[in-house]
């Protein structure tokens, strides 16, 4: 069956950072573009970051230089650490697989979604 757990989320308080993880079972990373997304109540999903195979990176400007992504092929794993959050970082998080990062990282292009993780940013 093919997967994929993602976990790290939780409360936090503006400034403050979270390490989200998305882990595969079923089949292997490497072979894929690894794309986080995130929605918000009654808002779309929209993308966030998104990693290509080749380790080459993309980030909306909404968090551009706050999100990092990076894989760790070994662990079968992709991580997206998030610093200097804000309340309008506050989302269900989730994780999915494509062939590349498209710019704008649309929906249609990734499959395979992951449960999500919640992630609430409050003071």
């Known amino acids: 069956q093919v997967q994929f757990v993602e976990s790290g989320g939780g409360l936090v308080q503006p400034g403050g950072s979270l390490r989200l993880s998305c882990t595969a079972s079923?089949?292997?990373?490497?072979?894929?573009?690894i794309g986080w997304f995130r929605q918000a109540p009654g808002k779309e999903r929209e993308g966030v970051s998104c990693i290509s195979t080749s380790r080459m990176t993309y980030h909306a400007d909404s968090v551009r230089g706050r999100f990092t992504i990076f894989r760790d092929n070994a662990k079968n794993t992709v991580f997206l650490q998030m610093n200097s959050l804000k309340f309008g970082d506050t989302a269900v998080y989730y994780c999915?697989?494509?062939?590349?990062?498209?710019?704008?990282?649309?929906?249609?292009?990734?499959?395979?979604w992951g449960q999500g993780t919640q992630v609430t940013v409050s003071s």
């Open positions: 999915a697989t494509a062939w590349g990062c498209a710019p704008n990282l649309p929906v249609s292009d990734f499959g395979s």
């Open positions: 079923g089949f292997t990373l490497d072979g894929y573009a």
